[in-house]
């Protein structure tokens, strides 16, 4: 769906660039919504922190997994 008409910028745009970890400001400083008329501003807003909302959800649930090819190497400490 497309949010702001002047620029042509959709919702999945927005929620790519919220769901980075992008704030309303960056967002419209990078895709340049709501910078003409400014009547798509507060669903732009809206899409932002819902992404927003559920990416920080999501972060804070998953357990932090180790990188792909990551190995965890044994240190051994020497008794001083
Ligand atoms: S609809 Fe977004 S600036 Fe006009």
Redesign the pocket.
């Known amino acids: 769906m497309i949010?702001?008409?002047?620029?042509r910028?959709s919702d999945r745009d927005i929620a790519r660039h919220a769901s980075a970890g992008m704030d309303f400001d960056d967002i419209q400083f990078e895709l340049?919504?709501?910078?003409?008329?400014?009547?798509?501003?507060g669903c732009?807003r809206d899409v932002v922190a819902m992404h927003r909302e559920a990416a920080t959800h999501h972060a804070h649930s998953q357990p932090a997994l180790p990188l792909p090819g990551y190995r965890a190497i044994p240190i051994m400490l020497a008794a001083a």
């Open positions: 949010v702001c008409v002047c620029k910028i340049g919504v709501a910078t003409q008329c400014g009547r798509c501003e732009a």
